[in-house]
């Protein structure tokens, strides 16, 4: 398959209008009296002043140097494709194809019309898929002390709190321990060594379910949405996240309320209202650009490493989605009603347009993983005593894979990590997202602690799947390979998860779209009828 590098074209700034011709009246050449020439020199040095103060003004317009602002209607100093992108996502048309560069999703060999395109042909049996018994249930480590920081205490409003599964609900072979002699130490083999929380492979800790510690839980019935918590530590996990583990190159950081928290609080504790967007659509991309703070520096550097840059995107695009989540999912406290918010949406992802495209970035990312563990995915054993699960699930994992494969590729994961400093960037890549995982255990709300830890080791799994074993470890035997049952429900939860937030966004584009269809609506009205 030939493959062809995608790159987005920036627009280029319109010509500076010429400054007015000068219409300035000469003295008449009968007034020679000295009373004249006096008016006459007094006029010419004002005229003169007048002239330098906007010849001076012209050529400093767009100085740096100078400090003076720029134009309302000149474009940003520093042109962004991310508002690009998001400007296109917001106003697409049902059934138009896009075009134009801004479309494309960087890092990738896709455009966001082919990704949703994909995600219309996937979504159905992947939410059929993860409701099932096998693919509900997963043991996590809820209760792992935070190895960083004095949290605040849990959060124990109702919304906080998860609901167990009782044991008798969990098939036996999932809880069983069996202990080999490789497990005991030297001394007569009475203690039992401790299981390392990773192998060099894996790109998070893995708990293991069944020697690990931890609750089953019923991920259906213990969904991701809005809990409640908020204050400090809700977005502490966050910025620590982008400052401490992104290599150095996260864009500039706003106060922003992050993950599950409240979005109307920023990490300062002080409220961002939530904003509308404009109903011109074409004031829809100056509003982007006022919201984003462009001048701050949003968009990526253009000489990050390319490894970098995806180990950013996968962190950005996972805390976009979580909350493009509690967006579609607002609780209105006026109406007490979970409805969506499509101002929150607009303030949370329209203030970091970059991170609306790496939740497309993040949803090829899972693609292509699971392009690459296709054999081994069809061949998994997923027989958990539920006959009517058990045969939805071999009805459905043949589907979803059919409509992954069938995308073709998206993400090369060949580019990567190659040349002599190769094997070091990729210890330092796994290191920092080892160390996210961690700081998932810092989340002082359970069910936040729930699906953050759930949606990094989805992403880590596809990271090993990916970057760990080369494509023929995932054809054969599968001997060399070395994947964890919650590995694979978590990598299938993720992708449906991401599957989700894109069907969030096509809502929140038509609701947008609702809102110009209607001013326009609003506008005929008020003419005179003819």
């Known amino acids: 398959m030939a493959k062809k590098r995608s790159t987005a074209a920036r627009s280029g700034a319109r010509p500076a209008a010429r400054p007015a011709p000068n ?57 962004s494709q991310n508002i690009g992108f998001m400007a296109q996502v917001l106003q697409k048309s049902r059934g138009q194809n896009i075009c134009k560069p801004e479309g494309f999703v960087s ?181 982007l650009e006022s919201l984003a703070e462009e001048d701050h520096g949003v968009t990526l550097p253009a000489d990050v490493p390319r490894e970098y840059r995806v180990f950013y995107r996968a962190v950005s695009g996972l805390h976009a989605s979580v909350s493009t989540h509690i967006c579609a999912e607002y609780f209105n406290a006026t109406s007490n009603q979970w409805e969506p918010n499509l101002g929150c949406f607009i303030s949370r992802i329209g203030a970091f347009p970059d991170r609306l495209q790496n939740m497309y970035f993040n949803f090829v990312l899972l693609t292509r993983a699971i392009q690459k563990m296709e054999p081994y995915i069809a061949a998994y054993d997923y027989t958990t005593g539920a006959t009517k699960d058990d045969r939805a699930v071999k009805r459905l994992i043949p589907k979803v894979l059919k409509v992954v494969n069938r995308a073709g590729l998206m993400f090369d994961d060949s580019e990567l990590f190659l040349g002599p400093s190769g094997r070091a960037l990729k210890a330092e890549f796994k290191d920092n997202f080892r160390n996210i995982s961690r700081i998932m255990d810092c989340t002082g709300c359970e069910k936040c602690r729930l699906w953050g830890k759930t949606q990094t080791l989805g992403l880590a799994t596809a990271l090993k799947a990916l970057f760990s074993y080369p494509d023929r470890a995932f054809r054969g035997r599968f001997t060399s390979l070395d994947f964890k049952r919650n590995e694979v429900v978590a990598l299938i939860t993720t992708y449906f998860q991401f599957s989700r937030s894109l069907d969030a966004i096509e809502m929140f584009r038509g609701m947008y779209q609702n809102i110009v269809t209607d001013w326009r609506a609003s506008q005929a009205s008020l003419l005179p009828e003819k």
């Open 23 to 79: 219409t300035d009246h000469q003295p008449d050449a009968g007034s020679a009296g000295p009373s004249h020439k006096r008016h006459w020199l007094w006029s010419a040095v004002r005229i003169a002043v007048l002239a330098a103060a906007a010849a001076t003004a012209y050529i400093a317009r767009d100085s740096p140097v100078l400090g003076l602002s720029s134009r309302a209607d000149d474009p940003p100093k520093q042109p």
């Open 107 to 287: 890092d990738t060999y896709s455009d966001f019309d082919s990704i949703e395109a994909l995600n219309h042909r996937v979504a159905r049996p992947l939410d059929k898929l993860v409701h099932t018994k096998f693919f509900r249930t997963l043991k996590v480590d809820l209760y792992k002390p935070c190895q960083f920081w004095r949290t605040e205490g849990s959060c124990f409003q109702r919304d906080c709190i998860v609901q167990p599964l009782d044991a008798s609900e969990v098939p036996a072979a999932w809880c069983a321990q069996t202990i080999d002699q490789n497990s005991f130490g030297p001394f007569l083999g009475s203690f039992p060594r401790q299981r390392p929380e990773y192998t060099d492979r894996d790109f998070a800790v893995v708990n293991d379910e069944t020697y690990g510690d931890g609750v089953w839980l019923d991920l259906v019935e213990n969904p991701e949405r809005f809990t409640g918590y908020a204050g400090a530590g809700a977005n502490a996990v966050w910025m620590s996240i982008y400052q401490d583990n992104c290599f150095g190159v996260a864009p500039y950081l706003q106060d922003t309320a992050g993950g599950w928290g409240s979005q109307l609080v920023n990490v300062d504790g002080k409220t961002m209202p939530f904003v509308q967007p404009p109903h011109k659509r074409r004031e829809l991309t100056p509003f």
